[in-house]
């Protein structure tokens, strides 16, 4: 294959039997001169936790928008989000945020998506439709990352915009002039709220993340400002997209296999299992990406020092040799391999066990409140155009 077209309608609908004859043709397809796409599971789980593959966020920044583009304000952010960062400076901030972050327990955060839930299905029960990514999946995880951290914003329509436009500079394609001078609007907007919330919190701390994140020592490390704001930012954003489309990818999978709808509704111990087979079959992150520090051969090419890997989540998910018929959605699928979902290696998705508790919770409330809930679209759902993030535009429901 010599060229594939990654925007088409037909790719969009369905990316796995373009990711199925990538990884039997060219595991590693050049995307781009020095850029590649790793399709393989084996290839992608290397990848993710070799250290000879790492983050190189400016550098992929300037070879894309010229190096001036380092100075725009978005990329200086994310450059400071743990996410880009690699050992021994990861490290140091992924152990300080883990520590506050993981302060709740499960059971805690249960009760809190729960109650989120029930509040929000109890809003929009009585209408018998809605569409279930504005109704629910969006402001599901919004609320409750603003509960964690102390913020009265789940509500608040500037934000969600400002996230989405700030979430846009992890897509793979170049971005246009606008939408990073939107970008930029939005690094800003959220660096000097965020700078003023932790003031606030030095003056009157309280027991949410930000006072948390603000008192957080490990032995004489401490976070810097910069590094706080930054990483609040990456918490915000983080958990948005993601599990909001992971919500619509997990009811879209169950209501087109509507035997293993069946079984998981007579059988609500499956829960976990059932999501984590819809994180494999459907996940809304779709690629994960690293550079070459040396040069090393890989997947029967010679990848060379400096060059970039967009690491497949999704193509891996469904590689016949870690999943025997991965094209099949099975709620009990027997965990031979790891879904690659979450990512791996060091930077394995810090927020995993919130978004599994929210997924488990939304369908928990979803089957007991709405059993007979139906998605008259469910045959020809509007994927988003983007190829990072798989995820639908809406997601109509009828009761
Ligand atoms: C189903 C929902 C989610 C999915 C599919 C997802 C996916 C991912 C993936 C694939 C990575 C690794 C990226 C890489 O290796 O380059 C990641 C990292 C991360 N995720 Fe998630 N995520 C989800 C929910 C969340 C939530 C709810 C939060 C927090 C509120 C969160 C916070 C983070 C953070 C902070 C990192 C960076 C970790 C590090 O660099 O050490 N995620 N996520």
Redesign the pocket.
């Known amino acids: 294959m010599s060229s594939i077209d990654l925007h088409s309608p037909e790719f969009l609908a369905d990316p796995y039997p373009t990711f199925r004859h990538l990884r039997e043709t060219a595991p590693l397809f050049p995307l781009q001169p020095g850029a590649w796409l790793v399709t393989r599971h084996a290839e992608a789980d290397r990848i993710?936790r070799d250290p000879r593959f790492a983050?190189d966020y400016l550098s992929t920044v300037a070879r894309r928008y010229g190096p001036d583009a380092v100075e725009e304000p978005v990329f200086q952010v994310v450059n400071r989000?743990?996410?880009v960062?690699n050992p021994p400076e990861?490290l140091r901030l992924?152990a300080l945020?883990g520590k506050a972050?993981g302060v709740k327990q499960a059971a805690e955060l249960r009760r809190l998506a729960l109650d989120v839930a029930e509040t929000l299905v109890e809003g929009f029960i009585g209408q018998g439709r809605a569409d279930l990514m504005a109704a629910l999946a969006y402001p599901l995880?919004v609320r409750v990352?603003c509960a964690m951290l102390g913020l009265r914003l789940e509500d608040n329509l500037e934000f969600q915009r400002e996230t989405q436009a700030l979430a846009r500079v992890f897509e793979m394609s170049r971005l246009a002039r606008a939408d990073i001078d939107a970008a930029n609007h939005a690094a800003r907007m959220f660096d000097g709220y965020f700078r003023a919330v932790c003031r606030a919190r030095r003056q009157a701390p309280g027991d949410d993340l930000i006072s948390l994140l603000l008192r957080a020592e490990d032995g004489d490390q401490r976070l810097s400002e910069d590094e706080i704001v930054a990483?609040i930012t990456?918490?915000f954003v983080?958990?948005h997209e993601?599990?909001a489309n992971?919500l619509g990818n997990t009811l879209l999978s169950l209501h087109r296999h509507p035997d293993q709808l069946a079984r998981l509704q007579s059988r609500p111990d499956l829960l976990p299992q059932a999501v984590n087979e819809a994180?494999r079959y459907e996940?809304?992150?779709q690629i994960?990406?690293?550079a070459a520090l040396e040069d090393v051969a890989l997947g029967g090419v010679g990848v060379r020092r400096g060059e970039t890997l967009y690491v497949g989540?999704g193509a891996a998910n469904r590689d016949p040799a870690a999943f025997p018929e991965p094209d099949a959605f099975r709620i009990d699928r027997p965990g031979a391999a790891n879904p690659?979902?979450?990512?791996?290696?060091?930077?394995?998705?810090?927020?995993?066990r919130?978004?599994r508790i929210?997924?488990e919770t939304a369908l928990a409330v979803l089957f007991r409140r709405l059993p007979g809930l139906e998605l008259p679209d469910g045959d020809r759902p509007r994927w988003k155009s983007s190829l990072t993030i798989r995820g639908l535009e809406r997601l109509e429901a009828v009761w």
């Open positions: 993710l983050k989000f743990m996410l960062m990861h992924r945020v972050f995880p990352i990483n990456l918490l983080a958990g993601t599990t992971m994180l996940p809304a992150v994960a990406a690293r989540l690659l979902s979450f990512g791996g290696g060091v930077h394995y998705c810090l927020g995993a919130l978004a929210e997924l």
